[in-house]
């Protein structure tokens, strides 16, 4: 079966885990369509931070994704695991207001490494159902979000995400069929 190697990286609390964990019962569905369209995913699961690296694998459409998350904890060394991983998942919390700038400078450095380089990559804005979050246009405004595109050698991909309500899950999954099918 064919394998891709993804990276999932965010600050801490960012909803990294909830979607790992989101994304793998929904792929374990026997009926993944009706599911899918039924949205009906109930409570968001508990997680705990993350320690160190959280291994996922998902099987979609007959291929194997497997997610290798690192811990927000883990910033300073995510760059040790760049070279495995073809593709970038990368998340920001769009409520958490002090932790966004250095969201944006941690997604900076990551897209500005040589080992980063080839990477196809879905930045995704999660939580947007809290009432405190910032706009899609706020955040784009702090990130540069254009600027990014314009000058950065990956393809980029943006997502608005509730992981909690399990919007955006299904987008997710279309991303990864045609980005990974390469
Ligand atoms: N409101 C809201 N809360 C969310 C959402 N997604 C995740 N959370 C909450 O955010 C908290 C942290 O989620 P995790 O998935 O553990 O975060 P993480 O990115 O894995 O964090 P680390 O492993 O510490 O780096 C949990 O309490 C989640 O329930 C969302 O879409 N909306
Ligand atoms: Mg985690």
């Known amino acids: 079966m064919a394998e ?11 909803g990294k885990t909830v979607m790992l964990k989101r994304l793998q ?7 993944l369509a009706q599911a899918l369209h ?15 690296v959280n291994l996922v694998t998902v099987t ?3 291929k194997k994704y497997t997610f290798r998350e690192l811990g927000g ?16 998942v990368y998340i920001i919390d769009t409520a958490n ?3 966004v700038a250095s969201s944006c400078i941690q997604l900076l450095e990551v897209l500005a490494s040589k080992q980063t380089q080839h990477m196809s990559v ?5 939580k947007i159902d809290s009432p405190d979050r910032l706009s899609m246009s706020e955040i784009s405004a702090l990130l540069r979000l254009r600027e990014i595109s314009a000058s950065a050698r990956q393809d980029i991909t ?3 995400c509730s992981f909690r309500e399990g919007a955006g899950l299904t987008e997710i999954l279309t991303w990864l069929q045609e980005k990974c099918a390469k």
């Open 4 to 14: 891709a190697q993804l990276l999932v990286l965010g600050s801490e609390g960012v």
């Open 25 to 31: 019962t929904l792929t374990a569905q026997q009926n």
């Open 38 to 52: 039924k949205q009906d995913l109930g409570e968001a699961p508990s997680t705990i931070p993350t320690i160190g």
């Open 97 to 99: 207001q002090t932790q």
């Open 60 to 62: 979609y459409n007959r």
């Open 158 to 160: 943006v997502l608005e």
């Open 122 to 126: 879905l930045l995704i804005f999660n």
């Open 73 to 88: 904890a883990m910033g300073p060394i995510w760059n040790n695991y760049f070279k495995d991983a073809s593709y970038l």
